[in-house]
């Protein structure tokens, strides 16, 4: 069976009722056309809006066709192609229609507020630290390829923001940082990823808004004081900031910044004494 002539075939047919299902607001999903495995973009033109069912069948289809399984597992919850194969044969598709955002706002609900004890929560943290490479990797990968709507990306960043957590449990995670080091290769992989690392112009006026105005208290100094008392770096880590200092290129507008910072901080050391 040609299932790359049907999959097209599906996808072209959904997307004569695209505007139509977001018209509606019932609960749809965002679908790469091109996976990002075969060189998909996250371009309007490769993106379409999907209900759930026709999202999993979209999968499926894809799967049938390139041997993608690892999506439709996820979405039908299984472990193997077997499952993925009795989920659909049985009513997986129709059982999904219409009732997913109902199940995930149940889970979501057993969730809040669930308190686990010390110990099972040492047992996840081995557990997380334990993985191999090639889980890591592939953990990696997938989040890299995960599309988010901007509604999505809009509910979590205010969720972090609405996050309370208790002084006791902002002490218990300072205590488990101290004495913690990555290793070599991890540092290589974060200077790299933070190298690469794109930052919108309008990410990048949001954070300056974010910081204009923000007053540390007296407190919070003390303690990033106490922090960097003592602090030694390499020779070579030494080299590298003083290497990236000289090439920095800094324009009138930051310099300008600066200049308000310094005089703002200043001023504030001379009120404080």
Same mark, same amino acid.
Request: proline share 3%; glycine share 6%.
């Given at each position: 069976?040609?299932?790359?002539?049907?999959?097209?075939?599906?996808?072209? +047919?959904?997307?004569?009722? !695209?505007?139509?299902?977001?018209?509606?607001?019932?609960?749809?999903?965002?679908?790469?056309?091109?996976?990002?495995?075969?060189?998909?973009? +996250?371009?309007?033109?490769?993106?379409?809006?999907?209900?759930?069912?026709?999202?999993?069948?979209?999968?499926?289809?894809?799967?049938?066709?390139?041997?993608?399984?690892?999506?439709?597992?996820?979405?039908?919850?299984?472990?193997?192609?077997?499952?993925?194969?009795? %989920?659909?044969?049985?009513?997986?598709?129709?059982?999904?229609?219409?009732?997913?955002?109902?199940?995930?706002?149940?889970?979501?609900?057993?969730?809040?507020?669930?308190?686990?004890?010390?110990?099972?929560?040492?047992?996840?943290?081995?557990?997380?630290?334990?993985?191999?490479?090639?889980?890591?990797?592939?953990? &990696?990968? %997938?989040?890299?390829?995960?599309?988010? &709507?901007?509604?999505?990306?809009?509910?979590? &960043?205010?969720?972090?923001?609405?996050?309370?957590? &208790?002084?006791?449990?902002?002490?218990?995670?300072?205590?488990?940082?101290?004495?913690?080091?990555?290793?070599? !290769?991890?540092? $290589?992989?974060?200077? !790299?990823?933070?190298?690469?690392?794109?930052?919108?112009?309008?990410?990048?006026?949001?954070?300056?808004? $974010?910081?204009?105005?923000?007053?540390?208290?007296?407190?919070?100094? %003390?303690?990033?004081?106490? $922090?960097?008392?003592?602090?030694?770096?390499?020779? !070579?880590?030494?080299?590298?900031?003083?290497?990236?200092?000289?090439?920095?290129?800094?324009?009138?507008?930051?310099?300008?910044?600066?200049?308000?910072?310094?005089?703002?901080?200043?001023?504030?050391?001379?009120? +404080?004494?």
């Amino acid at each position: 069976m040609d299932y790359k002539r049907i999959y097209n075939e599906f996808i072209a +047919d959904r997307r004569a009722r !695209e505007a139509a299902l977001i018209v509606s607001g019932e609960y749809a999903e965002r679908h790469h056309v091109v996976p990002r495995a075969l060189g998909g973009t +996250d371009d309007a033109d490769n993106m379409i809006t999907l209900s759930y069912s026709d999202h999993y069948m979209a999968h499926l289809l894809l799967a049938k066709a390139h041997g993608f399984w690892h999506a439709v597992l996820l979405m039908s919850h299984t472990s193997t192609k077997l499952d993925a194969y009795r %989920a659909r044969r049985w009513g997986g598709v129709a059982r999904y229609k219409g009732m997913l955002p109902q199940t995930r706002t149940k889970m979501s609900a057993a969730q809040t507020g669930r308190t686990r004890s010390a110990e099972t929560r040492a047992k996840m943290s081995e557990a997380l630290r334990n993985r191999s490479p090639e889980t890591r990797a592939k953990m &990696s990968e %997938a989040q890299r390829a995960r599309f988010r &709507s901007p509604e999505a990306r809009a509910k979590l &960043s205010e969720a972090s923001r609405s996050r309370g957590i &208790s002084p006791e449990a902002r002490a218990a995670m300072v205590v488990g940082r101290r004495g913690y080091a990555h290793s070599a !290769e991890t540092r $290589a992989k974060i200077s !790299e990823a933070l190298r690469n690392r794109g930052i919108s112009p309008e990410a990048r006026a949001k954070l300056s808004e $974010a910081a204009s105005g923000r007053v540390v208290s007296a407190e919070a100094r %003390a303690k990033m004081s106490a $922090a960097q008392t003592g602090r030694t770096r390499s020779a !070579e880590t030494r080299a590298k900031m003083s290497e990236a200092l000289r090439n920095r290129v800094i324009s009138p507008e930051t310099r300008a910044k600066l200049a308000e910072a310094r005089r703002t901080y200043w001023a504030r050391r001379r009120a +404080d004494a």
